[in-house]
């Protein structure tokens, strides 16, 4: 036996723990908050599971290649890699904490390992807190180092942490690893097995595997799993400093989307070219039709514009600036179009037009007000039944769609425009991450017809394997699994919970209360000078109850932080 030859060490076999060791160079590993810290979710026993003592997130400082880096690791093995507050909290207080050693001038360069199904559905709320920070979080990161992801395993990254994936500077994938938001068993259950049969694998890998997001250029290597390999690419990665702001993209991909006809599904060769080639489509016309559905979006965005046009080419998103109190803000509304050619996305549901058109128009606004001293205000109107479950919606990066809207909003608050979100309808997971959850204050109609949560019950129920009736139950000792918007408010991420207003039929003087409460969360963020997303933790109701756990773990992440 020859025993100079080397074996490969993979990545895709090791646990999180594992999987950070092996990246950074020997000796210089130092975990953060790790399981003898005992810092385990506090909501999931009375749920009769188990918790974990490192709450299935590993954080370590060291160096690769003697660059001073920070891997944080998600352990697919435990609660498969769902986000709760303890976990979201261990990754989103590590990636504040690199952010400020960079501004201070110590660059620390974060590497993040993807092993993950999205929110952990136990926690949901929490989760979805968790994820809009950590997304924050590397959109302030990448003003200083890029943020490198790899997507090593069959687990993937789904839901809500594939849209802080698509915010990386730069993705790493092996051909096991699956990269898209929404699972195949929820693509299943929620849009019904004639649209995605969550049986096939090998097609399941061929649309949305590590090969087909590459080959589409989605993301930036596919490589075998040996460690040496994934050394070698965040390497060559730092070296070339040369990543792609696929973010940026909007009206090349809106582009395509406008020129993609189809009255059937599209085959995987198909996809590929055309997403090779989205760069050559040249831009089409797009009509814009009056859309006669009526919802509580395009109800409040004709009462705060005064009934103004949209300007928007997108018929199911609607935009307009119009003064209030005599300063020119910007309102945004997703809403119903029974002619969207992307039939997922027809009852107001956030797709992949939706999202491309929301990053467009904010990043608009940040483009025409760049030199002016006072940002212009920007009104989210959410009133969105959750992101667009579709074959086609997953073929085309609607992940990445989603995360471009995320990060407009998140560029938008931290160049200083103040974003105030209004929900007055339903803030339902990838579409309240994607339009809403960047804002610097939260303001909601007090409306029984208010829901914020990350899925569905159906599908909940299907992900957890418990009915719907157990997740009731669950719910009321566990604030953050119901959907009801008092619920939410315990969280302590609510600015204001707005009472007396008919929400579908608002009389003018309804309409003028509801103004008056915007532009009160205007002055308070214009007075905080915050331009981050703090405040849901330091308010009263957090401090007192909602985010103690959230807290707690900062706290510690500062006491060990080299």
């Known amino acids: 036996m020859n025993n100079s030859i080397k074996l490969p060490v993979s990545i895709v076999e090791s646990k999180a723990r594992e999987r950070a060791l092996l990246l950074l160079d020997e000796g210089t590993a130092n975990e953060i908050l790790g399981p003898f810290d005992f810092f385990e979710s506090p909501h999931l026993e009375a749920q009769n599971i188990v918790p974990q003592s490192d709450d299935g997130m590993i954080i370590m400082q060291g160096t690769i290649r003697g660059r001073r880096s920070l891997v944080i690791s998600i352990e697919g093995s435990f609660q498969g890699g769902g986000i709760g507050e303890v976990s979201g909290a261990k990754f989103a207080g590590a990636l504040e904490r690199a952010y400020e050693s960079c501004e201070a001038g110590e660059l620390i360069y974060p590497v993040i390992i993807y092993d993950t199904g999205g929110v952990r559905l ?17 959109v302030a990161l990448k003003k200083y180092v890029p943020v490198i992801g790899i997507i090593p395993g069959k687990v993937g990254s789904f839901g809500g942490m ?49 090969s087909m997001r590459y080959n589409s250029k989605l993301v930036d290597a596919v490589i075998e799993d040996d460690v040496v390999n994934y050394l070698d690419t965040l390497e060559n990665l730092w070296t070339n400093n040369n990543f792609k702001q696929r973010t940026m993209e909007y009206d090349t991909f809106l582009n395509m989307l406008n020129h993609l006809q189809f009255e059937q599904k599209i085959g995987t060769d198909e996809a590929h070219e055309i997403l090779s080639n989205r760069s050559e489509l040249a831009a089409g016309e797009a009509t814009i039709t009056d859309g006669e559905n009526t919802s509580r979006g395009r109800t409040w965005f004709n009462a705060f514009t005064n009934n103004a046009p949209s300007i928007s080419e997108t018929p199911s998103v609607l935009v307009a600036d119009a003064h209030l109190n005599g300063e020119k803000a910007r309102f945004i509304a997703v809403v119903p179009n029974s002619e969207n050619k992307f039939y997922r996305a027809r009852n107001g549901e956030f797709g992949l037009q939706e999202a491309w058109t929301v990053a467009k128009y904010v990043r608009q606004a940040i483009e025409e007000d760049k030199d002016s001293a006072e940002k212009r205000l920007i ?28 990060e407009a909003y998140a560029v938008a608050r ?53 009915t719907v009736e157990e997740l009731d139950e669950f719910a009321k000792s566990v604030p953050s699994m119901a959907y009801d918007v008092h619920s939410f408010k315990t969280l302590g991420a609510l600015y204001e919970l707005i009472d007396g207003i008919n929400s579908d039929e608002p009389t003018n003087e309804q309409v003028q209360k509801v103004i008056h409460s915007i532009t009160s969360a205007k002055q308070d963020i214009i007075q905080s000078g915050d331009r981050t997303l703090a405040n849901r933790i330091q308010s009263t109701i957090a401090i007192e109850n909602g985010r103690k756990a959230s807290i707690a773990v900062r706290g510690k992440i500062a006491q060990q932080w080299n």
């Not at 968790?130 to 997304?135: G, N, Q, T």
């Not at 989210?380 to 989603?402: K, R, S, T």
């Not at 200083?416 to 803030?427: D, F, L, N, R, W």
């Open 414 to 466: 931290q160049s200083g425009h103040p974003i105030v979100t209004c929900v007055v309808g339903k803030a339902i997971s990838g579409a309240f991450l994607a339009h809403g959850m960047q804002g610097n204050r939260i303001i909601s109609l007090d409306d029984s017809e208010v829901q914020v949560h990350v899925m569905s019950k159906k599908s909940a129920a299907l992900v957890t394997m418990r």
């Open 379 to 406: 009104v989210p109107i959410v009133d969105v039944p959750g992101q667009a479950f579709g074959y086609h919606e997953e073929l085309f990066g609607i992940y990445l769609a989603c995360a471009a809207s995320v």
């Open 162 to 210: 594939s849209l802080t994936a698509g915010l990386c500077s730069a993705l790493i994938m092996t051909r096991e690893g699956r990269l898209g938001m929404n699972g195949p068993e929820v693509v299943q259950q929620e849009a019904g097995i004639q649209e995605l049969n969550a049986k096939q694998k090998p097609f399941i890998w061929k649309m949305i595997g590590g």
């Open 122 to 138: 136990q926690e949901a709320n929490y989760g979805l807190l968790s994820i809009a920070e950590i997304s924050s979080a590397i």
